[in-house]
């Protein structure tokens, strides 16, 4: 019959490659968090990990794709913090996050760093606050459009300032990094798996950490409340998702494939030198991602309202 069909192909799943869609550029943070679990989670899986990258429309895109593609553990999707900003920032987002997704758990948690090209002006962050103050009209802030990470720190910082200025959308931060690197943009909030390398050698300027404590990964940055910033912090958390109705037996495989991943020797290595912080495995439930889901597209409506920038 056709359901022993399916709940055989449920019992025997996954038989071929597994795509795990990032919604941002390669070479970026989310990017590199993926690649780094596709690993293990395929050797769990007994099957290849594809790393599809969909950027656009600040992970907007992806999200559309995964949310309507098959319910059958084939296609999933690697998403950070924007999955909890867009339905703020897009009133006519294609998807609810909630409704439209099996959550098969966190991942991460990632500090954010406030940096620029090496050889702009400010030395410090309060150097960095009067100077883009003075220079609004010349100074330009790289993000990876609205819903990205690295736009809801620009708001943020940018609110707590009280100024306004000209942002330039990539397609991923790993490009835009690309471009700081080159001179071409001035400065930039990104997190800490695409930024750590490049502070510690000095090829960008970092100036401070949006977490409460210093990071061991970077112990020579203050925190933006040390800088004098207390309420300009933000966290990055990752998390994977299926399609709603994908069979709770496939979550199952898929959560218990994440959980071995976490616990791989390269992982939790490359995760420190990165400072990027693997969440429990407590963490990496479908339970525990829904309810932080929940709680973070609550926490952060009101902040980007206040901040009064939409996406259109
Ligand atoms: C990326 O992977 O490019 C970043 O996560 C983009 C962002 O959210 O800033």
């Known amino acids: 019959s056709v359901s022993a069909g399916i709940a055989f192909a ?21 990017d590199t968090v993926t690649r780094l679990i596709a690993e293990p989670m395929s050797a769990e899986l007994g ?34 913090i924007g999955m909890s900003t867009a339905p703020t ?47 609004a009209d010349s100074v330009t802030y790289a993000n990876a459009g ?7 720190c620009g708001l943020l910082f940018m609110s707590a300032i009280d100024t306004q200025v000209t942002t330039v959308p990539y397609q991923g931060t790993g490009p835009a990094m690309t471009d700081l690197l080159g001179g071409q943009v001035d400065f930039m909030c990104d997190q ?10 000095g090829e960008v300027k970092g100036y401070a950490v949006t ?21 300009f912090q ?15 037996e496939v979550i199952e495989k898929l959560t218990a494939a994440l959980q071995t991943a976490l616990q791989d020797e390269n992982v939790i290595t490359r995760f420190a030198e990165l400072g990027t ?26 902040i980007i309202e206040a901040a009064g920038e939409m996406a259109q």
């Open 89 to 135: 920032l897009y009133p006519d987002l294609a998807y609810n996050p909630l409704e439209d997704f099996e959550m098969i758990g966190l991942v991460t948690n990632v500090p954010m760093t406030v940096i620029a090209r090496k050889d702009f002006e400010p030395n410090t962050f309060e150097e960095l606050v009067t100077y883009v103050q003075e220079n």
């Open 211 to 231: 977490t409460p404590d210093r990071l061991d990964a970077l112990p020579d940055l203050p925190t933006t409340a040390e800088a004098g910033l207390e309420e």
């Open 234 to 248: 933000v966290g990055v958390w990752h998390g994977l998702y299926a399609p709603a109705g994908t069979p709770p």
């Open 10 to 30: 449920q019992a025997d799943y996954p038989t071929s490659p597994v795509t795990i869609v990032v919604p941002f550029a390669a070479g970026g943070p989310t």
């Open 277 to 302: 912080v693997p969440v429990s495995l407590e963490e990496a439930t479908p339970e525990a991602h829904e309810a932080y889901l929940a709680e973070q597209i609550d926490l952060w409506a009101p």
């Open 192 to 201: 800490t798996t695409n930024t750590t390398g490049q502070i510690t050698s």
């Open 146 to 152: 609205i819903g990205a990470a690295s736009h809801l």
């Open 47 to 80: 099957q290849q990990v594809i790393v599809q990258n969909v950027a656009g429309a600040g992970g907007t895109l992806a999200g559309t794709q995964v949310a309507n593609a098959p319910a059958d553990g084939y296609q999933i999707l690697m998403h950070h």
